[in-house]
Nanobody, 113 residues
Framework: QVQLVESGGGLVQPGGSLRLSCAAS????????MGWYRQAPGKQRELIAQ???????NYADSVKGRFNISRDNAENTVDLQMNALEPEDSAVYYC???????WGQGTQVTVSS
């Protein structure tokens, strides 16, 4: 069965960086588009970055230029490098595969001084 396990969340000061990782199993990872979403309290879950099986990426305007999504098809992982973090980036971050319609359990990111 499909499993997505996120890691790398935590508390960081404004302007800092974090790297999230999502480890996938039970699926054909190489050909699957993968996405990172986030959900802040009281807000809808939103797509912030996506990468196709071929490596094409797209980003939400709110994170463009600060976040970078990448994948390692040998390790079945998709990472999200987050730089210049702002308090507004605080949320639970989720990994998602639309092909299998499966979500990870989420990892909390808190940006605060």
């Amino acid at each position: 069965q499909v499993q997505l396990v996120e890691s790398g969340g935590g508390l960081v000061q404004p302007g800092g960086s974090l790297r999230l990782s999502c480890a996938a199993s039970g699926m054909f990872f190489r050909g699957a588009t993968m996405g990172w979403y986030r959900q802040a309290p009281g807000k809808q879950r939103e797509l912030i970055a996506q990468i196709t099986g071929g490596g094409r990426t797209n980003y939400a305007d709110s994170v463009k230029g600060r976040f970078n999504i990448s994948r390692d098809n040998a390790e079945n992982t998709v990472d999200l490098q987050m730089n210049a973090l702002e308090p507004e980036d605080s949320a639970v971050y989720y990994c998602y595969t639309p092909k299998y319609n499966y979500w990870g359990q989420g990892t909390q990111v808190t940006v605060s001084s």
